[in-house]
C-alpha cells in the first residue's frame, strides 16, 4: 500500500462524502463542473484528443478541444453519482432511468436465459447493470479491478446496490461458463483496447479487441446484444438493449465468426460516438501508435484468415475486456 494509494482513497472518500449531501442533479453538476474546468490539464487529456483525432479525423482543433473537455465533465458527472445509484436506479414514475428492451431480451434473461450483454464507457454506464437488476436479471458483470485496492473497495462497496455479481478479469473463461450454466446474463464493456484481443475495425483503423465474450456467445449459442447507455439531460438517463447481433455460421471457425460480430459491435459504437461524442470516455490509447501501425494491419489481416478449432479454443481461452471502471 503506497501514500499515493492512501491518498488517492482519501480525496475519493472526500468527493463521495460531499456529492452524498446532495440531490443527485445538483451532485451530479458539481462534479461536471469540477473536471470540466480540470480534467484538460490531466495528463490523459493527451490520450482523450488523440483518440478524438483518429475517430474524427476532418474535426478542427476547437472542436477536439470542446469535446474533450465535455467527455471530463461527463466522466465528473459518473464520478459524483457513486452516491446516488440506489436512487438513480429506483423505479417508480419520476424514475431517472428508463429503460428500452427493444427485443424483450431482458425478459428472456429474467427468465433465467442467458444473455450476453456489450457495452462502453458510454453517459454513466454504471447503470447498464442496475437497470439489468431492476428487471430481474441475475446478471454477471466482467471487471477488472483498479490498481488502488482502498479505491476499488471503496468503489465496490457503492457497486453493491445494482445487485449484480462481478467476476475479475484475471478469472478463467471457465468461470464465466459456470455462471452461464447457472443462467446467469454476462455483462462485459468492450469499447476500450485489450492488449491481448485481436485487431478488429474501429472508425476505419485496426483497433486491439476483445472477442472473448463474442466467442462465449457463439459456443453457447446465447444472444450477444449491445446495450447503449445514453444522458439525455442532468441526472436522467435511456439505457436501450438493441436486437441482437446474429453470427454468420457460414464464415466457418469461431474465430472468424467472433471477429465478425465484434466488427459489428464495433459499428454500432460508432453509431452512438458520433450521435454523442462527449459521452464517450476513451482516456487509453485506443489504436496502435503510428509506429506500430503497419505491423496492426498486418495483423488485421491475418485476423480475417480462417483458423483451425484448436486456434479458436485458444482463442476462447483469453481473458475478456475490462469493463465497469473508467480506465
Not at 470542446?66 to 459518473?78: E, N
Request: hydrophobic share 45%.
Amino acid at each position: 500500500m503506497t501514500l499515493a494509494d492512501r491518498s488517492g482513497a482519501i480525496l475519493m472518500r472526500a468527493v463521495w462524502r460531499v456529492a452524498a449531501t446532495l440531490p443527485p442533479a445538483r451532485a451530479s453538476a458539481l462534479g461536471a463542473a469540477i473536471l470540466g474546468r480540470s480534467g484538460p490539464w490531466i495528463r490523459k487529456q493527451r490520450l482523450l484528443t488523440d483518440n478524438l483525432r483518429t475517430a474524427f479525423p476532418d474535426w478542427p482543433e476547437a472542436r477536439i478541444a470542446a469535446t474533450a473537455k465535455a467527455s471530463w465533465a461527463s466522466l465528473g458527472r459518473v464520478v459524483a453519482e457513486f452516491p446516488h445509484l440506489a436512487e438513480l436506479m429506483a423505479p417508480g414514475e419520476s424514475a431517472f432511468v428508463e429503460v428500452v428492451d427493444e427485443t424483450a431480451l431482458l425478459t428472456r434473461a429474467a427468465r433465467g436465459r442467458p444473455v450476453v450483454m456489450a457495452s462502453g464507457h458510454f453517459a454513466n454506464w454504471e447503470l447498464l447493470a442496475g437497470a439489468a437488476s431492476r428487471h430481474g436479471v441475475p446478471l454477471t458483470v466482467v471487471h477488472a479491478a483498479r490498481a488502488n485496492p482502498l479505491v476499488e473497495a471503496l468503489l465496490q462497496a457503492h457497486r453493491q446496490v445494482l445487485g449484480c455479481a462481478f467476476l475479475e478479469r484475471g478469472e478463467s473463461v471457465l468461470a464465466m461458463r459456470r455462471h452461464i450454466r447457472a443462467g446467469r446474463s454476462i455483462g462485459v464493456l468492450l469499447d476500450q483496447r485489450y492488449d491481448d484481443g485481436e485487431p478488429v475495425p474501429f472508425f476505419g483503423r485496426p483497433a486491439l479487441t476483445a472477442t472473448a465474450p463474442a466467442l462465449l456467445a457463439i459456443r453457447h449459442d446465447l444472444p450477444f446484444a449491445p446495450v447503449r447507455a445514453e444522458r439525455l439531460e442532468g441526472c436522467r438517463f435511456r439505457i436501450t438493449v438493441e436486437p441482437a447481433l446474429h453470427p454468420d455460421r457460414t464464415l466457418g471457425s469461431p474465430r472468424a465468426i467472433a471477429l465478425d460480430l465484434m466488427a459489428r459491435l464495433n459499428r454500432r459504437f460508432e453509431a452512438w460516438i458520433r450521435e454523442r461524442p462527449e459521452q464517450w470516455l476513451c482516456i487509453k490509447r485506443r489504436w496502435p501508435k503510428p509506429a506500430s501501425r503497419k505491423t496492426a494491419v498486418a495483423s488485421a489481416a491475418v485476423a480475417l484468415d480462417d483458423v483451425s478449432d484448436e486456434t479458436a479454443a485458444a482463442g476462447l481461452r483469453q481473458e475478456p475486456a475490462r469493463t465497469l471502471e473508467a480506465s
